[in-house]
């Protein structure tokens, strides 16, 4: 097809077998077309990379370090249960833009925890398959 040729042992012009397998990025993008919604993509819990987000809320008036804490304190009990996570503590971007961050990135679950569901012990957590949403103690 690209008139790719090689000499042969008997010095004579030979054409390369040749195949197009494109199976890298078509086999990325049918899998990206196939697990997405209209917010992104929606990766399994098996298959992503990180199965759990924990997004402190953060306060500009507050002392937020324990809430920081206790998102740590979560983290460290996930990673012990086998459990793939992370925590977004970044400072330089709003609750808003961190959960559709890691909600266009399919990460399966997303907790978040502000100063209310620090008091009342509990954290909200918000699947992304679904939508639901809903406390855990």
Known sequence: MFDVWFEDANKQKSFVWQTSWGLSTRSI??????????TG?????RVAKTQVVIIPIFYKDKDNKAILNK?????KELKTAGIRCVI???DNHNPG???????VRGT??????????FEKNEVKCCVRFSGEKYQIS
């Open 29 to 38: 993008g049918s899998m990206i077309m196939v697990h997405s919604d209209n």
């Open 41 to 45: 993509v929606v990766i399994p819990p």
């Open 71 to 75: 998102a740590e304190e979560l983290f």
């Open 88 to 90: 977004d503590d970044s």
């Open 97 to 103: 833009f961190k959960f559709n961050y890691w909600e």
């Open 108 to 117: 399966p679950i997303r907790l978040e925890l502000g100063s209310k569901d």
